[in-house]
C-alpha cells in the first residue's frame, strides 16, 4: 500500500461525530514502513487527536523516530494543511525538505515541505543544544 491510500484508508476510521471532518494522515518511518492515523475527536474539544499526531505516535510506538514522507487527506474542496501544533510535531520528527503530499478525496492536491509548513520551526538548536 502506498501512502497516500495508507491516508486514505485510514480517514475512514476517523472518530468525527461533532465536526463530521475526517482526516487521515500517513507517514514513512525511515525504515520504509508506513504508520497511519486518524482525527480521534472528544465531546471536549480540545482532548481530541489529530490525524497527524496519530500516525507519529504509531511511528514512535514502533520504534522509529524520523519520518521521510508524509501524506494527510480530508474531505474538504481544497487541500487541507496539518494545524500548527501537527506542522511542530512533523518538524521534530522530519527534516524540513521532507515533502508533505496535502490531498483530497476528490482530487486536488498539494505538495509541499515541512519547511513550508513551519518556515523558522522551534528546534533544539533555540535552546542552545545541537541535538545530539
Keep these: 500500500m502506498d501512502l497516500k491510500s ?6 475512514e476510521n ?6 463530521h471532518y475526517k482526516v ?12 497511519a492515523g486518524c482525527n480521534v475527536e472528544n465531546v471536549a474539544y480540545p482532548e481530541g487527536t489529530c490525524a497527524e499526531a496519530g500516525a507519529i505516535a504509531a511511528m514512535v510506538a514502533a520504534g522509529e523516530t524520523e519520518i521521510t514522507e ?15 501544533g501537527c ?7 522530519a527534516r524540513g525538505e521532507v515533502t508533505v503530499l ?18 523558522g520551526a522551534f528546534a533544539t538548536s533555540h535552546m542552545g543544544r545541537d541535538g545530539a
Excluded: H, N, W
Excluded at 495508507?6 to 480517514?11: E, G, I
Design 87 to 93: 506542522r511542530q510535531k512533523l518538524a521534530e520528527f
Design 102 to 119: 496535502l490531498a483530497t478525496i476528490d482530487g486536488p492536491e498539494q505538495m509541499v515541505t515541512v519547511a513550508d509548513l513551519l518556515p
Design 6 to 11: 495508507a491516508a486514505r484508508a485510514v480517514r
Design 24 to 35: 487521515g494522515a500517513a507517514v514513512r518511518g525511515a525504515s520504509g514502513l508506513i504508520y
Design 14 to 19: 476517523a472518530y468525527a461525530p461533532y465536526s
Design 70 to 84: 508524509v501524506c494527510v487527506i480530508a474531505d474538504s474542496p481544497t487541500p487541507a494543511s496539518p494545524c500548527g
